[in-house]
T-cell receptor, first 116, second 112 residues
Framework: AQSVTQLGSHVSVSEGALVLLRCNYS??????LFWYVQYPNQGLQLLLK??????LVKGINGFEAEFKKSETSFHLTKPSAHMSDAAEYFC??????????????FGQGTILTVHP | ETGVTQSPTHLIKTRGQQVTLRCSSQ?????VSWYQQALGQGPQFIFQ???????GRGNFPPRFSGLQFPNYSSELNVNALELDDSALYLC???????????FGQGTRLTVV
């Protein structure tokens, strides 16, 4: 079964600093990978996705992620944090085809705090 | 184009009762997935409906059941509510073989 591990339940950065949120996945087949953001009392919003095309994926709000098969990682980065980036971020893995078609397995989440 | 909408937004039920949560999928989407997000946790997959048929189920007991209607809207039913069922229930819709899912705002269920 697929699984996702997010390293660090809380990450704190200063405004303008680099944001790095870590995600490692476990998979026996090529995965589809996603990053979602969740603001308080809201649903999930898709930031970006990897579906076996370019390994460096650009998303909304200046975020990007790089798929590294050798490291089974899909870390999320943003060069310069903004106060509005404060939220909880979830990495997720899915597969195309089979009974887990469209099923997302989420990590535990990383809460990002941005300090002025 | 309307997004995914869920109703109600908040709900309080008593242990042992039954509850029905509703989800309207995004226009053009024929697949609906339901997730349970307990406080401080990532969402957990409950089940998925594709063209009115269940298409995959997570590790949830049979008292969690669902339906998808011809217009692709969906219901999640939970019988014999337990305190641990208190959570945010998220619905997500997608189209066909694309696995990108668009989420609704969720229904916050509190069981007392």
């Amino acid at each position: 079964a697929q699984s996702v591990t997010q390293l660090g339940s809380h990450v704190s950065v200063s405004e303008g600093a680099l944001v790095l949120l870590r995600c490692n996945y476990s998979s026996s087949v090529p995965p589809y990978l996603f990053w979602y953001v969740q603001y308080p009392n809201q649903g999930l919003q898709l930031l970006l996705k990897y579906t076996s095309a370019a390994t460096l994926v650009k998303g909304i709000n200046g975020f990007e992620a790089e798929f590294k098969k050798s490291e089974t990682s899909f870390h999320l980065t943003k060069p310069s944090a903004h106060m509005s980036d404060a939220a909880e971020y979830f990495c997720a893995v899915s597969y195309a085809g089979g009974t887990s078609y469209g099923k997302l397995t989420f990590g535990q989440g990383t809460i990002l705090t941005v300090h002025p | 184009e309307t997004g995914v909408t869920q109703s109600p937004t908040h709900l309080i039920k008593t242990r042992g009762q039954q509850v029905t949560l509703r989800c309207s999928s995004q226009s053009g989407h024929n697949t609906v997935s339901w997730y349970q997000q307990a406080l401080g946790q990532g969402p957990q997959f409950i089940f998925q409906y594709y063209r009115e048929e269940e298409n995959g189920r997570g590790n949830f007991p049979p008292r969690f059941s669902g339906l998808q209607f011809p217009n692709y809207s969906s219901e999640l039913n939970v019988n014999a509510l337990e305190l641990d069922d208190s959570a945010l229930y998220l619905c997500a819709s997608s189209y066909g073989t694309h696995t990108e899912a668009f989420f609704g705002q969720g229904t916050r269920l509190t069981v007392v």
